[in-house]
């Protein structure tokens, strides 16, 4: 098949180009670097030419609204019309679960992204993913100095490279709507990650809202559990 990976060059979407071209499809990375731009479409129609499919991890770092709202809706309408344009017959999407629970500005941009995608002219598969245990890293480098913050939430984090295997799997065959979520192993605090991988800084939690703090963001149906746990994740790192 021939797959085009929006975000390709992310934490994620490298990921998923590496195990797609492992599997033995063509793929092509949709990124800035690459001469392509989600918010502008410019190049889109090019590099959509002959694609199977598109697998959706592009992102955008912002806690505002209005930030994350404008950003999931203009990527999503450009890369959906260029979608249909080239005849593209699956839009694979990936999302986190429980951001119908959670109000956070950055999840309402996400809603939004459902949204466009379940009502739009290509057939798509959803796949809701709980936190990676790369998010644990990232909250850490967040901050400079020995002290840390950590949101008071609990997560049942998956490893990257096991969403880029579900994704890619997901991508290979016929477009499901809503596929069954994706979390990891264990049940864990994103204080306890975070002071795992701090090596003597100082982490405090603060919280971010009663939902996150009472498992908002955990699987509350059927799921696909994962096997890496964070902390042979982090033994490997």
Known sequence: MKMAVAGGTGCVGKLVVEQARERGHEVVVISRS??????TGAGLDDALRGVDVVIDVANVSTLS???????????????????????VGHHV??????????????YLGKRRQEELALAGPIPVTLLRVTQFHEFAAQM??????????APLMKSRPVAASEVATELVRLAEGPAQGRATELAGPEVLTMASMMRRLAKGKLVLT???GKAMANGGVLPTGDFHRGKITFEQWAKSR
């Open 140 to 149: 850490l480098d967040k901050v400079p100095g020995p002290v840390k913050v």
């Open 206 to 208: 603060v919280p971010v």
């Open 34 to 39: 690459g001469g392509v731009d989600l918010m």
């Open 65 to 87: 609204r209005k930030a994350s709202v404008a950003f999931f809706e203009t990527e999503t309408r450009n890369l959906l019309a260029a979608e249909q344009r080239a005849g």
């Open 93 to 106: 999407l990936l999302s986190i679960v429980g951001i119908d629970r959670v109000d956070s500005g950055y």
